[in-house]
């Protein structure tokens, strides 16, 4: 019987070592759970209420493509801007009601809710009723491992009260802001909160075939307090892409409800 | 209501305005004032839209689509799904679609009551009005 003691009290203080060392090892996070929105200028030239406000990053740097895919990038914008100039302008994604997909999503166009749970921080905008999930403390995969698609697969941990998360298999036609890349694109995030209100996520995005160097852009959001995120279906799309790629839209009452 | 409209007044200013799709399409150089009735106001996404038939000089009827921008952005800015019903008589200022079908982007909308309500059009300063009388 008093050996039986001791063991159980000797498997009590392990237990509890083992529970301090574990709480040691995974320091307390931020739980910054809650909807958000785009915060800073996202437009245009910030105001010195906006230059003077440490919580709005600086302005992030172009992409640093490589000379060819330079071209190709700067090629794709001017067709962009000369068919808006003739009134014809080039469908997008947007046009068949499809997302962002990663890392444009993360931009928040429409508002966005962060779900940090034990295991996984869950992340929804509203606009089209985007969701991606990013897996804590899981290995990550290959990249041939991954079929590439809108959010790709995303692994995450804490560092400290940030949150570092890592997404490969992105499809190549899902551009951020029309920047191209190759399957190899693998995008890096730290999350975390520079005021109780306001998140910055700072992505860099590393594809050496296309990239001079890793490319940095900083995204702040805003706390919504009092918001809960909106349904958002495509419901009736009357936009639709020709046979020459161009946007168009279908005139007349679609008899939709 | 006018809880909802002091929503519109002080949301306009606050919300960011993002467009999902361009709106190259319409003619950003004038505008048209079209006076009708409403036939429908649809509330959905990715637009919503305003069906009106406006009445033609030779006595005719002629049916306007007028797209608006998101229902989520439209919500944001103090819209509800009910502000417009069918019958009502309103006057809209729309960008007109270039290629001159009966369709155009509805810029703000004059209610009965003389509310004037707009959608939130992103860079809606892009878009030049023309004066009524100069139509």
């Known amino acids: 019987m008093r050996m039986r003691i001791a063991a159980v009290g000797a498997a009590v203080v392990s237990c509890a ?39 709005i990053p600086p302005r992030n740097p172009p992409a640093p493509l490589k000379p060819g895919p330079m071209k190709e990038y700067q090629d794709r914008l001017a067709a962009i801007r000369e068919a808006d100039r003739k009134g014809t302008p080039i469908a997008t994604g947007y046009v068949n009601c499809l997302g962002d997909g990663m890392p444009s999503m993360m931009n928040a166009m429409f508002p966005i809710e962060f779900l940090v749970t034990k295991n996984q ?15 804590l403390d899981r290995p990550m995969k290959a ?23 890592e997404t490969v298999g992105i499809k190549e036609e899902i551009r951020y802001q029309n920047v191209p890349h190759t399957k190899n694109l693998r995008i890096k995030e730290r999350v975390h909160l520079v005021s ?6 700072e992505i860099t ?33 009357r936009e639709f892409r020709d046979a020459n790629g161009i946007q168009q839209i279908h005139v007349g009452d679609t008899g939709k409800k | 209501m006018k809880i909802a409209l002091a929503m519109l007044c002080v949301a306009a200013s606050a919300v960011p305005a993002f467009a999902h799709h361009s709106f190259a399409m319409y003619d950003h150089t004038r505008t048209v004032t079209l006076k009708g009735e409403v036939t429908k106001f649809q509330w959905t996404n990715p637009h919503g839209y305003l ?10 009827t002629k049916h306007y689509s007028l797209e608006m921008t998101s229902i989520n952005m439209m919500t944001r800015l103090g819209w509800r799904s009910n ?7 309103v006057t809209a200022t729309v960008s007109p679609l270039l290629n001159g079908e009966p369709a155009g982007l509805l810029l703000d909308v004059t209610l009965p009551d003389g509310r004037k309500l707009e959608p939130g059009v992103p860079a809606i300063q892009t878009f030049k009005r023309t004066p009524p009388e100069e139509q």
């Not at chain 1, 921080?121 to 897996?135: D, G, K, M, Y």
């Not at chain 2, 502000?83 to 008589?89: E, P």
Request: proline share 7%; net charge negative; hydrophobic share 40%.
């Open chain 1, 143 to 165: 990249v041939e491992d991954v079929e590439p698609g809108f959010f790709g697969y995303s692994v995450g941990h804490w560092d400290g009260d940030t949150l570092v998360a």
């Open chain 2, 83 to 89: 502000m417009i019903k069918a019958g009502d008589l």
């Open chain 1, 205 to 237: 995005m590393e594809d050496p075939e296309v990239l001079e160097k890793p490319w940095t852009v900083t995204v702040a959001y805003k706390r919504l307090p009092n918001y809960t995120l909106l349904e958002y279906i495509c419901e009736d799309n």
């Open chain 1, 17 to 55: 070592v083992a529970l301090a060392a574990q709480q040691k090892a995974s320091p307390a996070h931020p739980d910054f759970s809650g909807s958000y929105e785009r915060y800073g200028n996202v437009f245009g030239q910030p105001t010195p209420a906006q230059l003077a406000d440490k919580t």
């Open chain 1, 121 to 135: 921080v869950t992340v929804i905008e509203e606009a089209f009723t985007q969701v991606r999930r990013i897996l």
């Open chain 2, 51 to 60: 069906e009106i038939d406006v009445k033609q000089r030779d006595g005719s």
């Open chain 1, 196 to 201: 109780p209100e306001v998140l910055w996520n």
